[in-house]
């Protein structure tokens, strides 16, 4: 889990770890050079299989948390949760289950979930993997022996797509065997659609679903139901996310796309440019 500045959310997406039905897990919470108090909130949480380590720079996009986890993860597989989205419960032992029976990647599908509840699901047509589709770390696990074959992470500067996209790329590129989960299993709140979410912290949507989540509903069926009846609900925001998607071709036709895309985001959440 790459964490920068936000602590106040946490308690909540470390807790829909917690509660995880696959419990032989280890977790590094990776503070992107944090200056709050993520670190005391992270080491108040009294559970053994949760670790806490601080970069001493910023590196300004999960990618580098990220390559630190998997350099101190213990364990053959390796799992992404943004620390503001929240896993059901069942999300480990499903994609473990499909790492089991052979697969290298394993994804399995997410509610998108925009500030005014409107929702889609993500990724799109997510049955086959096709190069450049973006599927959320979130919902993402794979062997760690092949990120570290590919090279982990690379730098949001030196590559025009998305660096969760690009890592996908290059882990298929290499033979990886990939394979959907047919279950929906993360929630994802997206701090790209929330304005100054880095400035004003909020944690009040993680707090309500997590209420659901200790009352034992069924979150992924309600979910699905919801989905099905309003498919279309966040259109505006699936057009975008094709963009997104394709970034690669964009950067390539058009100088400093990538960047400015980039820097935009970081200012609509709340933070400053990152050079």
Same mark, same amino acid.
């Given at each position: 889990?790459?964490?920068?500045?936000? +602590?106040? !959310?946490?308690?909540?997406?470390? $807790?829909?770890?917690?509660?995880?039905?696959?419990t032989? /897990?280890? #977790?590094?919470?990776?503070?992107?050079?944090?200056?709050?108090?993520?670190?005391?909130?992270?080491?108040?949480?009294?559970?053994?299989r949760?670790?806490?380590?601080?970069?001493?720079?910023?590196?300004?996009?999960?990618?580098?948390?990220?390559?630190?986890?998997?350099?101190?993860?213990?364990?053959?597989?390796?799992?992404?949760?943004?620390?503001?989205?929240?896993?059901l419960?069942h999300?480990?032992? +499903?994609? !473990?289950?499909?790492?089991?029976? $052979?697969?290298?990647?394993?994804?399995?599908?997410?509610? /998108?979930? #925009?500030?005014?509840?409107?929702?889609?699901?993500?990724?799109?047509?997510?049955q086959?993997?096709?190069?450049?589709?973006?599927?959320?770390?979130?919902?993402?696990?794979?062997?760690?022996?092949?990120?570290?074959?590919?090279?982990?992470?690379?730098?949001?500067r030196?590559?025009?797509?998305?660096?969760?996209?690009?890592?996908?790329?290059?882990?298929?590129?290499?033979?990886?065997?990939?394979r959907?989960v047919p279950?929906?299993?993360?929630?994802?709140?997206?701090?790209?659609?929330?304005?100054?979410?880095?400035?004003?912290?909020?944690?009040?949507?993680?707090a309500?679903?997590?209420?659901?989540?200790?009352?034992?509903?069924?979150?992924?069926q309600?979910?699905?139901?919801?989905?099905?009846?309003?498919?279309?609900?966040?259109?505006?925001?699936?057009?975008?996310?094709?963009?997104?998607?394709?970034?690669?071709?964009?950067?390539?036709m058009?100088?400093?796309?990538?960047?400015?895309?980039?820097?935009?985001?970081?200012?609509?959440?709340?933070?400053?440019?990152?050079?």
């Amino acid at each position: 889990m790459a964490t920068y500045n936000w +602590s106040s !959310v946490l308690p909540y997406s470390i $807790g829909s770890i917690l509660r995880q039905t696959r419990t032989d /897990f280890e #977790l590094w919470v990776v503070g992107d050079a944090c200056t709050d108090d993520s670190e005391k909130v992270v080491t108040a949480i009294q559970d053994p299989r949760v670790h806490w380590y601080n970069r001493a720079t910023n590196y300004g996009q999960q990618g580098g948390p990220n390559n630190d986890g998997i350099q101190r993860a213990r364990g053959e597989y390796i799992a992404y949760l943004g620390h503001d989205d929240l896993w059901l419960p069942h999300h480990l032992e +499903s994609l !473990v289950a499909a790492m089991d029976a $052979g697969a290298d990647v394993a994804w399995g599908a997410l509610s /998108f979930i #925009l500030p005014d509840q409107k929702r889609a699901l993500m990724p799109h047509n997510p049955q086959r993997y096709q190069p450049g589709m973006w599927i959320p770390p979130s919902g993402v696990m794979h062997r760690k022996s092949l990120a570290q074959k590919v090279g982990g992470w690379r730098s949001y500067r030196e590559i025009t797509m998305d660096p969760e996209a690009d890592l996908l790329v290059r882990m298929h590129e290499a033979g990886g065997v990939f394979r959907f989960v047919p279950r929906l299993t993360v929630l994802k709140l997206p701090a790209a659609e929330r304005k100054n979410v880095y400035r004003d912290k909020p944690c009040h949507e993680q707090a309500a679903w997590t209420k659901r989540l200790e009352a034992g509903e069924n979150i992924e069926q309600a979910e699905l139901i919801e989905l099905a009846t309003h498919p279309f609900q966040a259109a505006g925001t699936l057009i975008g996310l094709w963009f997104r998607a394709r970034a690669d071709f964009f950067g390539k036709m058009f100088r400093g796309y990538k960047k400015t895309v980039f820097d935009r985001r970081r200012k609509y959440k709340g933070l400053s440019p990152k050079s």
